[in-house]
C-alpha cells in the first residue's frame, strides 16, 4: 500500500474516534439520522453512476473517480454515525444483569450480517448491477423514517 492509501484510510479512522468524543453531548439519534440520510444521497449517487456507466462496458475516467469518491464518503459517513455508535448503543441497550450476553449476542448477529452481505454482495452484484444498491437506498430510508 502507498503512503497516500494508508493516510486516507487513517483519516477515516480519524473521524471514528472523533465522533466518540462528541457522543455524549450531540446523543446517538442525531448522528444515526445523518448517517441514514447521507448514506441514502451518497448510494443514489453511486447507484445512478454505475447505471450509466457501467463497469464492464465503460471505461469513464472521470465517472470511475466520482465512484471511488463517493466510496470514500461513504466510509466517512459511515465512520461518523453507525460505525462507533452501534458499539455504544449495544452495550447500553441492556439491563446490567444481561449486558455481556446482549453485546455478545448483538455482537454475533452484526458480524452474522456482514459477512452475508459481503458474502452476497458479489454474487447480487454480478447479476442485477446497480439495482442491488436499491436495498441499501430503501434499508438507509426506512431506517431515517
Given at each position: 500500500m502507498s503512503a497516500h492509501?494508508?493516510?486516507r484510510l487513517n483519516a477515516a479512522d480519524l473521524f471514528r474516534s472523533f465522533i466518540l468524543f462528541l457522543i455524549d453531548r450531540v446523543g446517538r439519534r442525531r448522528p444515526l439520522l445523518f448517517g441514514c440520510s447521507a448514506l441514502v444521497?451518497?448510494?443514489?449517487?453511486?447507484?445512478?453512476?454505475?447505471?450509466?456507466?457501467?463497469?464492464?462496458?465503460?471505461f469513464n475516467a472521470s465517472a470511475q473517480r466520482a465512484g471511488i469518491a463517493v466510496i470514500f464518503a461513504m466510509t466517512v459517513v459511515f465512520s461518523l454515525s453507525f460505525?462507533?455508535?452501534?458499539?455504544?448503543?449495544?452495550s447500553e441497550v441492556f439491563p446490567t444483569g444481561t449486558r455481556a450476553l446482549g453485546t455478545a449476542v448483538a455482537t454475533c448477529c452484526n458480524?452474522?450480517?456482514?459477512v452475508?452481505?459481503?458474502?452476497?454482495?458479489?454474487?447480487?452484484?454480478?447479476?442485477?448491477?446497480?439495482?442491488f444498491y436499491v436495498l441499501f437506498i430503501v434499508s438507509n430510508f426506512a431506517?431515517?423514517?
Open positions: 492509501t494508508l493516510l444521497v451518497l448510494f443514489s449517487i453511486l447507484a445512478a453512476i454505475v447505471a450509466s456507466f457501467p463497469p464492464e462496458t465503460s460505525g462507533p455508535i452501534s458499539w455504544v448503543l449495544a458480524w452474522a450480517c456482514n452475508l452481505i459481503a458474502e452476497a454482495s458479489p454474487i447480487a452484484l454480478a447479476n442485477v448491477s446497480w439495482k431506517s431515517f423514517v
